[in-house]
């Protein structure tokens, strides 16, 4: 099947940055029907079916976008899962934040049913997803990617090919370990402003103005002063990759000790935190420095 074949895409994992992706594939001219587990959907233009294997058996190219390996696999195998349902021709876009470990197992099932398979996790947020400007890590063949690249295209500004099969996963957990570890960064540097007794709102607007704070962190600081913790990247979610980086890490005996602290502080802020926007941690942080003045108070 080519490129030009692939008119009807299947969408499993089809929450709140599937959604949005959907939309600009469907302005891209494709035809979408998705599975959720809750069989719900934000998006009333796409059919939502009983199964990731009834989604296969109508795709033409399926997109996998679930949260972690055991949704990984749970979606792919048994009676009800995408290889009970799928055409050997058909084309499978992981873009799931998995480990390294089960985007090889991926590419492997895909050698073995003769499926074209493709990791490609992407780096950017709902805001991205929105306006289809994610940035595509793929790993896989060159022939898989020329194939899928039309799609990728609708849904990003740019398309990295990061190597072989499994390259993607572990390119994705390099950018999210350097997310995660500066935003742990920014909010220790935070509370140590706001402990030294800055005016917060001076605190804030500065590091608005800086270059050492990137796009992104900036607009988790933002978020941050007014209180703001709506999700855009949940908690649980980056305190997830944090674990499959550091896990990652240690299988190849990679020095990352700022990223083991950053995955404590992010595992710590899930426990609180688990449902909002990661930049949740700065407000814990913030919290505990309040906290901190109250017992000062009341000791003086």
Same mark, same amino acid.
């Given at each position: 099947?080519?490129?030009?074949?692939?008119?009807?895409?299947?969408? @499993? &994992?089809?929450?709140?940055?599937?959604?949005?992706?959907?939309? %600009?594939?469907?302005?891209?001219?494709?035809?979408?029907?998705?599975? !959720?587990?809750?069989?719900?959907?934000?998006?009333?233009?796409?059919?939502?079916?009983?199964?990731? #294997?009834?989604?296969?058996?109508?795709?033409?190219?399926?997109?996998?976008?679930?949260? %972690?390996?055991?949704?990984?696999?749970?979606?792919?195998? &048994?009676? #009800?899962?995408?290889?009970?349902?799928?055409?050997?021709?058909?084309?499978? @876009?992981?873009?799931?934040?998995?480990?390294?470990?089960?985007?090889? #197992?991926?590419?492997?099932?895909?050698?073995?049913?003769?499926?074209?398979?493709?990791?490609?996790?992407?780096? /950017?947020? !709902?805001?991205?997803a929105?306006?289809?400007e994610?940035?595509?890590?793929?790993?896989?063949?060159?022939?898989? =990617?020329?194939?899928?690249?039309? @799609? =990728?295209?609708?849904?990003? #500004?740019?398309?990295?090919?990061?190597?072989?099969?499994?390259?993607?996963?572990?390119?994705k =957990?390099?950018?999210?370990?350097?997310?995660g570890? !500066?935003?742990?960064?920014?909010?220790? /540097?935070? /509370?140590?402003?706001?402990?030294?007794?800055?005016?917060?709102?001076?605190?804030?607007?500065? =590091?608005?103005?800086?270059?050492?704070?990137?796009?992104?962190?900036?607009?988790?600081?933002?978020?941050?002063?007014?209180?703001?913790?709506?999700?855009?990247?949940?908690?649980?979610?980056?305190?997830?990759?944090? &674990?499959?980086?550091?896990?990652?890490?240690?299988?190849?005996?990679?020095f990352?000790?700022?990223?083991?602290?950053?995955?404590?502080?992010?595992?710590l802020?899930?426990?609180?935190?688990?449902?909002?926007?990661?930049?949740?941690?700065?407000?814990?942080?913030?919290?505990?420095?309040?906290?901190a003045?109250?017992? /000062?108070?009341? !000791?003086?």
């Amino acid at each position: 099947m080519s490129q030009t074949d692939i008119k009807t895409i299947g969408f @499993i &994992g089809y929450g709140a940055m599937g959604v949005r992706m959907g939309a %600009n594939l469907r302005r891209a001219g494709y035809r979408l029907v998705a599975y !959720t587990p809750s069989g719900k959907s934000a998006d009333p233009q796409t059919p939502i079916l009983e199964s990731p #294997k009834a989604v296969a058996e109508q795709s033409d190219a399926i997109i996998l976008c679930v949260p %972690n390996d055991s949704a990984q696999a749970s979606s792919l195998l &048994g009676d #009800k899962g995408i290889l009970a349902g799928i055409r050997p021709d058909t084309l499978l @876009i992981d873009c799931s934040t998995v480990s390294p470990g089960a985007a090889d #197992k991926l590419a492997e099932i895909g050698r073995q049913h003769g499926i074209a398979v493709l990791d490609a996790p992407m780096s /950017g947020s !709902t805001p991205e997803a929105e306006k289809g400007e994610l940035v595509m890590l793929v790993g896989g063949e060159d022939a898989a =990617l020329e194939r899928a690249r039309p @799609i =990728l295209e609708a849904v990003s #500004k740019a398309i990295v090919h990061a190597g072989p099969a499994g390259s993607g996963a572990r390119l994705k =957990l390099v950018i999210n370990g350097i997310m995660g570890a !500066t935003l742990n960064i920014v909010a220790e /540097g935070v /509370g140590y402003g706001l402990s030294a007794g800055l005016d917060r709102d001076m605190l804030f607007e500065a =590091l608005s103005q800086v270059a050492v704070i990137s796009p992104h962190h900036k607009r988790k600081l933002a978020a941050a002063q007014r209180q703001d913790f709506s999700p855009q990247f949940p908690t649980r979610l980056m305190s997830k990759d944090m &674990g499959l980086l550091t896990d990652a890490g240690r299988d190849v005996n990679a020095f990352m000790p700022s990223m083991a602290v950053a995955d404590q502080a992010l595992g710590l802020a899930r426990a609180n935190h688990a449902d909002e926007d990661y930049s949740a941690l700065i407000g814990a942080i913030e919290h505990s420095v309040v906290q901190a003045r109250g017992k /000062g108070d009341k !000791t003086s």
